[in-house]
């Protein structure tokens, strides 16, 4: 069964800071990774999703990379803003339909 | 386009009563996916349907059921309710190809006095 694991749990940055999200799976043979966003009560909003067969995607402030042979991804966002602040979930689906395995997620406080 | 729409927002329903809540995905998608969020456990699969076929199922008890409609809307329901099925319910959209981009709902809060 995959496990995804989030490190670190919480952060709290200055605002303007860059920032790096991390994650890691078990089982590297995936076909997609997705990070998302969720504010508190609110349902999730995708960022980003990075297909296996490649190693970075780019929308605006936020860089995600994906090494699958390490069973690793990264969010970087770039010049923090205190809109930010909320918990960000990575996920992986399993090989067959659209079921996903959740990280635990990382609180993101960004201080003005 | 219109996202992920699900109803209602929130509801409160006493221990042992039964609650049907629904999911209309984006319009083209095929796929619709339940996850039950709590603190203490996270994100946790329910089910997921495609074309009105349940292809996936997670480990909860059979209170908890689904169905999909030809229309790809879904609704699922949970009999008996317990104290411990108070959380946050979201679903997923997508396509239905597999491993395609999902997209969630705001989410059903769920409270059992």
């Known amino acids: 069964k995959q496990e995804v694991t989030q490190i670190p749990a919480a952060l709290s940055v200055p605002e303007g800071e860059n920032l790096v999200l991390n994650c890691s799976f078990t089982?590297?043979?995936?076909?997609?990774l997705q990070w998302f966003r969720q504010d508190p009560g609110k349902g999730l909003t995708s960022l980003l999703l990075?297909?296996?067969?490649?190693r970075e995607q780019t929308s605006g402030r936020l860089n995600a990379s994906l090494d699958k042979s390490s069973g690793r991804s990264t969010l970087y966002i770039a010049a923090s803003q205190p809109g930010d602040s909320a918990t960000y979930l990575c996920?992986?689906?399993?090989?067959?339909?659209?079921?996903?395995?959740f990280g635990t997620g990382t609180s993101l406080t960004v201080i003005p | 386009k219109a996202g992920v729409t699900q109803t209602p927002r929130y509801l409160i329903k006493t221990r042992g009563q039964q609650v049907t809540l629904s999911c209309s995905p984006i319009?083209?998608?095929?796929?619709v996916s339940w996850y039950q969020q709590t603190p203490g456990q996270g994100l946790q699969f329910l089910f997921e349907?495609?074309?009105?076929?349940?292809?996936n199922k997670g480990n909860f008890p059979g209170r908890f059921s689904g169905r999909q409609f030809s229309n790809s809307r879904s609704e699922m329901n949970v009999s008996t309710l317990e104290l411990g099925d108070s959380a946050l319910y979201l679903c997923?959209?997508?396509?239905?190809?597999?491993?395609?981009?999902?997209?969630f709902g705001q989410g059903t809060r769920l409270t059992v006095v």
């Open positions: 997923a959209s997508s396509l239905g190809t597999d491993n395609t981009e999902a997209f």
């Open positions: 089982d590297s043979a995936i076909y997609n």
């Open positions: 990075i297909q296996s067969s490649q």
């Open positions: 996920a992986v689906p399993t090989n067959t339909g659209n079921q996903f395995y």
């Open positions: 319009s083209g998608h095929r796929s």
């Open positions: 349907y495609f074309s009105e076929t349940q292809r």
